[in-house]
Nanobody, 120 residues
Framework: QVQVVESGGGLVQPGGSLRLSCVAS????????MAWYRQAPGKQRELVGT???????NYADSVKGRFTISRDNAKKTMYLQMNSLKPEDTAVYYC??????????????WGQGTQVTVSS
């Protein structure tokens, strides 16, 4: 069974840092693009950033210069390093991965989300 699981969320003060992890597990042949999304209370889910299998990244304007996405392909893990956190970064953070589980099956898998709260 293929799973994508986030971890690392929590409560942090404004200006602080957190690192989220996203691990893919199961019978996976390849992992292509991966992404982080977030959803604040009462708002739509929004894209935070993406990373290709070749480690090319792209970020939303709201997090550029503060957040960094990286991945370790051997560990099937993606990271989100969040610095200079603001209260408006408070949200549930989700990861997804474009995975192939066979030579004919490729789809996007989502994690269950991890809560990040930025508050003093």
């Amino acid at each position: 069974q293929v799973q994508v699981v986030e971890s690392g969320g929590g409560l942090v003060q404004p200006g602080g840092s957190l690192r989220l992890s996203c691990v893919a597990s199961g019978s996976i042949l390849s992992i292509y693009d991966m992404a982080w999304y977030r959803q604040a209370p009462g708002k739509q889910r929004e894209l935070v950033g993406t990373i290709t299998s070749g480690h090319v990244t792209n970020y939303a304007d709201s997090v550029k210069g503060r957040f960094t996405i990286s991945r370790d392909n051997a560990k099937k893990t993606m990271y989100l390093q969040m610095n200079s956190l603001k209260p408006e970064d408070t949200a549930v953070y989700y990861c997804n991965g474009d995975l192939s589980i066979s030579f004919v099956t490729r789809r996007t898998y989502w994690g269950q989300g991890t809560q990040v709260t930025v508050s003093s």
